[in-house]
């Protein structure tokens, strides 16, 4: 069983950044992707950015240019570090590690 504590939603208004974060512990052996989906009201869940353990990378075009994904490898923690927020961007981002998900973490983004 992976636990995922995940960190840093919140409020920020349009064209700010918020940095998330997500820690694995118990997996007993080492996590090839991590990454970060995300869930607006009334919408299905969607990729944001995933990456291997290697540093492979893969991003939805929307966030491409405004999102960077890494890990710490040593610490089973992927970060999103999102910059240039739009309203749209607003959703419950999750973490996935090891096949495991996240409890979710509320960004909003409004001036």
């Known amino acids: 069983q992976v636990h995922l504590v995940e960190s840093g939603g919140g409020l920020v208004q349009p064209g700010g950044s918020l940095r998330l974060s997500c820690a694995a512990s118990g997996s007993g052996f080492s996590i090839n992707v991590m990454g970060w989906y995300r869930q607006a009201p009334g919408k299905e869940r969607e990729l944001v950015a995933i990456i291997s353990r290697i540093g492979s990378t893969n991003y939805a075009g929307s966030v491409k240019c405004r999102f960077p994904i890494s890990r710490d490898n040593a610490k089973n923690t992927v970060y999103l570090q999102m910059n240039s927020l739009k309203s749209e961007d607003t959703a419950v981002y999750y973490c996935?590690?090891?096949?495991?998900w996240g409890q979710g973490t509320q960004v909003t983004v409004s001036s």
């Open positions: 996935l590690s090891g096949g495991f």
